[in-house]
């Protein structure tokens, strides 16, 4: 499944515009890589994402073409969440 689809089905990211444009901008990472918005996601893959001030890291756990808002969370585990100060 490509990266940008599964950040939506998952939730991670709202819409699939804005996961294609912040794989873009270099704020996304596959097994440590800079990933694209068509780069290959498989489950096992760990996703490092930068959100602003804050950077989560995720293993993916499922893939599925849709899902329904309270199973889009089993789609991947919460690995680390860190914060970046403002200095």
């Known amino acids: 499944m490509r990266l940008d689809k599964f950040l939506k089905v998952s939730r991670l990211i709202k819409r699939r515009t804005v996961?294609?444009?912040?794989?873009?901008?270099?704020?996304?990472?596959?097994?440590?890589?800079?990933?694209?918005?068509?780069?290959?996601?498989?489950?096992?893959?760990?996703?490092?994402?930068?959100?602003?001030q804050k950077k989560v890291t995720v293993r993916v756990e499922a893939l599925a073409e849709s899902?329904?808002?309270?199973?889009?969370?089993?789609?991947?585990?919460?690995l680390k969440e860190e914060a970046y100060s403002s200095e």
């Open 19 to 52: 996961a294609k444009d912040v794989s873009e901008q270099g704020r996304v990472w596959i097994n440590g890589r800079d990933a694209k918005p068509s780069t290959t996601v498989k489950v096992g893959d760990e996703l490092a994402i930068q959100f602003g």
């Open 67 to 78: 899902t329904r808002k309270e199973d889009a969370a089993k789609m991947y585990t919460l």
